[in-house]
């Protein structure tokens, strides 16, 4: 499952939030080598077998990967224990593309992105 963050948020407070709970991994690119270095971010996801999820935010040039050494419970154990949102502060999709493009859209705050 993949989640769209629609609420505002500080993405200080994004980044280091979950850097307190995961390993983190990040992938710079520019105007250029986005695609590219998309294409590595996900086959980096995809290694992880669902201990890790990337994180994709609005302004950042950047795609993070967070893991961890267990299953990964996105809603739970980030979004509503520690981040403290509820079920309107997000959506979901079974789409990896569309946090990604909402974000460039500038329909949204950030993306998760699971494997």
Not at 27 to 35: A, I, L, M
Not at 66 to 95: C, M, P, Q, R, W
């Amino acid at each position: 499952m993949n989640y769209i963050i629609k609420k505002w948020i500080e993405p200080y407070v994004l980044l280091e939030t979950s850097k307190k709970h995961f390993k983190m991994q990040d992938f710079t690119f520019d105007g250029f080598s986005k695609n590219e270095i998309k294409n590595k971010f996900h086959s980096a996801l995809v290694k992880e077998n669902g201990t890790a999820f990337g994180l994709y935010m609005k302004n950042v040039n950047k795609f993070y990967l967070f893991s961890s050494e267990e299953k990964v419970n996105i809603e739970k154990d980030l979004l509503n224990n520690a981040l403290g949102f509820s079920a309107e502060d997000y959506e979901t999709t079974v789409d990896g593309e569309l946090p990604v493009n909402l974000v460039d859209m500038g329909k949204a705050e950030a993306g998760i992105i699971q494997a």
